[in-house]
């Protein structure tokens, strides 16, 4: 079984850059697809972006340009960097993994931007 532990958040000001990191345990990573979402409170969560086993990365429309996905199959850590932060980008961050069967959540991290 994979576990996911995403680490990395924090307070910043608007315009700010924080940078997530999901370490990964388990023998599955190098080919599964990860996936980062963020739920605001009574919200539903939603997608922010994803990378393939290949590396190839998409993205929401409101965090092109400033958020970008990668991996390092030789850390078994997946990184969301996010660049020029928002209020609106305030929410908490999950990392989650999904091969053809399976799905697993981390726990999440709180990240908070001011204006």
């Known amino acids: 079984q994979v576990q996911l532990v995403e680490s990395g958040g924090g307070l910043v000001q608007a315009g700010g850059s924080l940078r997530l990191s999901c370490a990964v345990s388990?023998?599955?990573?190098?080919?599964?697809?990860f996936g980062w979402y963020r739920r605001y409170p009574g919200k539903q969560r939603e997608w922010v972006g994803t990378?393939?086993?290949?590396?190839?990365?998409t993205y929401t429309g409101s965090v092109k340009g400033r958020f970008t996905i990668s991996r390092d199959n030789a850390k078994n850590t997946v990184t969301l960097q996010m660049n020029n932060l928002q209020p609106e980008d305030t929410a908490v961050y999950y990392c989650?993994?999904?091969?053809?069967?399976?799905?697993?959540w981390g726990q999440g991290t709180q990240v908070t931007v001011s204006s």
């Open positions: 989650s993994s999904f091969t053809a069967t399976r799905q697993y």
């Open positions: 388990g023998s599955t990573f190098s080919t599964s697809a």
């Open positions: 990378i393939t086993t290949e590396s190839t990365t």
